[in-house]
């Protein structure tokens, strides 16, 4: 059984929103968890983090459109994603990391299969 599972990838025109939801088998509030993300033919790059605190942390080109939280009473990881542009079509994944909890892959250990976003321009 997958310790993390994506879900709520979609289609979506421009300019629309998608929520997507990673589900832990572990406890989310502990952990550094994260959302990254790769379109065909280019690296996975993280996009968000939020650490045991609840601090967040966005790249630039996320920052002020996505928002991630958790839910730790359904041990959830949340990305809501606002003004959706055709450049954020890509496989999303969830993962669950440490040190600084920073969106940089090789913090990150253990990872869910991804679920696929494409946007329409």
């Known amino acids: 059984q997958d310790r993390l599972v994506e879900s709520g990838g979609g289609s979506v025109q421009a300019g629309g929103s998608l929520s997507l939801t990673c589900q832990s088998r572990?406890?989310?509030?502990?952990?550094?968890m994260g959302w990254f993300r790769q379109a065909p033919g280019k690296e996975r790059e993280g996009i968000a983090t939020?650490?045991?605190?609840?601090?967040?942390t966005y790249t630039d080109s996320v920052k002020d459109r996505f928002t991630v939280s958790k839910d730790n009473t359904k041990n959830t990881l949340n990305l809501q994603m606002n003004s959706l542009q055709a450049e954020d079509s890509a496989i999303y994944y969830c993962?669950?990391?440490?040190?600084?909890?920073?969106?940089?892959?090789?913090?990150?250990?253990?990872w869910g299969r991804g679920t696929q976003v494409t946007v329409a321009a």
């Open positions: 993962a669950i990391g440490g040190g600084s909890c920073r969106p940089l892959q090789q913090d990150f250990t253990t």
């Open positions: 572990s406890y989310v509030r502990v952990h550094c």
């Open positions: 939020v650490d045991h605190d609840g601090r967040t």
